[in-house]
T-cell receptor, first 114, second 110 residues
């Protein structure tokens, strides 16, 4: 297991286009989290899944954002009609529901909307 | 609502000097607290959690419920400690997502 994997590492898109990011968590982790990080800020929670169920969504997650985790394995985060304000690092993390040891983060996907 | 405050954006210390990165939290119950570190060009990684009461890379952190603080300390800073440090909070058993502070950049000067 190589940890949490995110693809792509970088994405440049024109305003108004749709983008999709993928996250592959650590296989034995049943919880998967999406965070967003902008310059000078800590990671801000977007949404999380336990297995395939989406349990919580932040107010930051506008209706242009949608996340899925089919079959409780990998997850995708889609942003429709991107705006310049969506430019950020999108982080994925996974964790278990057993002994609480925090999360393991991926390297992130850096989105630039031009 | 849970909140984490890291009052310093940047902390510069000389090599060999003591380090204290401040973290204050707002939560009415008993929190689970963590310190994460991000070295240059690397992913965010867990440094330590308060419940394990361990020392990682010479860093320790003590939970002070009276002052609602979880400051990170190291007696002698090393150049390789230069990084972004984030304090984070969750509820017991991790049933709510981690809430992060804005982070403090530690710069250790040779």
């Amino acid at each position: 297991d190589t940890g949490v994997s995110q693809n792509p590492r970088h994405k440049i898109t024109k305003r108004g286009q749709n983008v999709t990011f993928r996250c592959d968590p650590i296989s034995e982790h049943n919880r998967l989290y999406w965070y967003r990080q902008t310059l000078g800020q800590g990671p801000e929670f977007l949404t999380y899944f336990q297995n395939e169920a989406q349990l919580e969504k932040s107010r930051l997650l506008s209706d242009r954002f949608s996340a899925e985790r089919p079959k409780g394995s990998f997850s995708t985060l889609e942003i429709q009609r991107t705006e310049q304000g969506d430019s950020a690092m999108y982080l994925c993390a996974s964790g278990g529901t057993g002994e609480w040891n925090g999360y393991t983060f991926g390297s992130g996907t850096r989105l630039t909307v031009v | 609502a849970q909140r984490v405050t890291q009052p310093e954006k940047l902390l510069s210390v000389f090599k060999g000097a003591p380090v204290e990165l401040k973290c204050n939290y707002s939560y009415s119950g008993s929190p689970e607290l963590f310190w994460y570190v991000q070295y240059s060009r690397q992913r965010l990684q867990l440094l330590l959690r308060h419940i394990s009461r361990e020392s990682i890379k010479g860093f320790t952190a003590d939970l002070n419920k009276g002052e609602t603080s979880f400051h990170l300390k190291k007696p002698f800073a090393q150049e390789e400690d230069s990084a972004m440090y984030y304090c984070a909070l969750s509820t017991p058993s991790g049933n709510t997502p981690l809430v992060f502070g804005k982070g403090t950049r530690l710069s250790v000067i040779a």
